[in-house]
């Protein structure tokens, strides 16, 4: 049975009670559902701990898709010893990162309404992400972007998700930005994101709620990577 992804109806969620289901050979643990984003989509997999029921905690170094992309496999640090199959467990996320890597997913979004550009590629981090442009001109001004990207944030617009059919998002191409990464398909629905009067693009990543909750942000290196290829980077102002 697949892992039941909680992040994906409430992002906030920041630990659940669950039960192991399956350990893997090289020491992964499965359990039937879930508060931890695996590994996808440019965005890291979140870390934290896993409580046994004797209260002793398994540090977990990440989370990423088992290969059927069903299953969210927790990864422990080394040398951590593991629960048994069928034992209830809490799993606890490491709450900081991830909120700063929602934050800085969200702020990205928006810098795909900045530049209105194919995107070619990207990557979420805590105090630095980048999302890399087909624009086949120079010319990007950092101060512009950051200011564009300061009256975006100040609108508070509402952040929400719905869900439409594949086929329904085959109809519409071009609500897909990317042009390297996929959108997360296969299960018959994909996730749409809307920032509320700004932006509509599917993506299976975690948000906040409200573009407010991003803070201030600024374009803090522009790069040129190939004949056509901008890469936009982002930080904290």
């Not at 900045?114 to 086949?136: K, M």
């Amino acid at each position: 049975m697949a892992t039941i992804l909680l992040f994906r109806d409430d992002a906030y969620l920041r630990e659940t009670p669950a039960v192991v289901t399956a350990l893997t050979p090289e020491g992964g643990v499965l359990v039937d559902r879930t508060v931890f984003y695996a590994t996808a989509g440019g965005q890291p997999g979140d870390k934290g701990v896993l409580v046994r029921a004797d209260g002793s905690e398994v540090a977990l170094a990440t989370a990423v898709y088992g290969p059927d992309k069903s299953d969210v496999v927790h990864v422990p640090t080394a040398g951590s010893a593991l629960p048994e199959l069928g034992e209830p467990v809490t799993m606890r996320l490491d709450w900081e990162p991830r909120y700063k890597r929602m934050r800085m997913h969200t702020a990205l979004h928006l810098l795909s309404v900045a530049l209105a550009y194919p995107v070619t590629g990207g990557s979420i981090g805590e105090e630095d992400s980048r999302l890399d442009f087909d624009i086949p001109d120079a010319g990007l001004d950092k101060e512009a972007i950051t200011a564009r990207l300061a009256e975006m944030i100040a609108t508070g617009a509402a952040v929400t998700e719905s869900w439409i059919s594949d086929d329904e998002l085959l109809a519409n191409p071009g609500l897909v930005k990317t042009m390297s990464v996929k959108p997360p398909m296969g299960t018959g629905r994909v996730r749409l994101v809307s920032i509320e009067g700004l932006d509509l693009q599917p993506c299976g990543g975690t948000h906040v709620r409200n573009v407010s909750e991003i803070g201030a942000v600024q374009v803090t290196k522009i790069e040129k990577k190939g004949q056509q290829n901008r890469r936009v980077r982002l930080g904290w102002a």
